[in-house]
């Protein structure tokens, strides 16, 4: 997931519905109600859904791409600064959102969160890898999986 990501013109619903539409993905459909456990989780309802994309603050359009993301099931999710531009309590509902996802199967799946915020980058790791000028600096584990 990119920093900013792209999404299409229509609403939050038809951004949802068109990964469904790839010849990738036939074989799978568009989970409604997967969806708004997810928004309930975010403080958001259905209405949600009917939001035009153009009408999204930049942190409404982060969590409809990390809703298109998650809702595939992949075994490994690339979040490159996901809440760079965000404002802290939408950062916190995208840190929320990513967690729901990864405990409904924490044995089959992984997250990849680039931060340059140490706070963010503790909370949402049990794993933290620094770089310094292109080079591993330090490799820590959270203390509660040692």
Do not use: C
């Not at 791409?65 to 999710?77: F, H, K, S, T």
């Not at 340059?116 to 330090?138: F, K, N």
């Amino acid at each position: 997931m990119h920093q900013r990501p792209p999404l299409l013109e229509g609403t939050v619903e038809e951004n949802l519905r068109y990964p469904f539409q790839l010849r990738v993905h036939h074989d799978r459909q568009f989970d409604a109600g997967r969806i708004e456990d997810w928004l309930k989780q975010l403080g958001r309802d259905r209405t949600f859904l009917t939001k035009k994309q153009s009408d999204l603050s930049g942190g409404e359009g982060q969590i409809v791409a990390l809703l298109r993301a998650v809702q595939l099931d992949p075994e490994i999710l690339l979040l490159d600064e996901p809440t760079a531009a965000l404002d802290r309590s939408t950062s916190a509902a995208v840190e929320r959102l990513v967690q729901l996802w990864y405990d409904e199967r924490p044995k089959e799946r992984a997250t990849v969160w680039v931060s340059h915020d140490l706070d963010q980058a503790a909370r949402a790791s049990d794993q933290r890898w620094t770089i310094e000028a292109g080079r591993l600096a330090a490799n820590t584990r959270h203390p509660n999986d040692e």
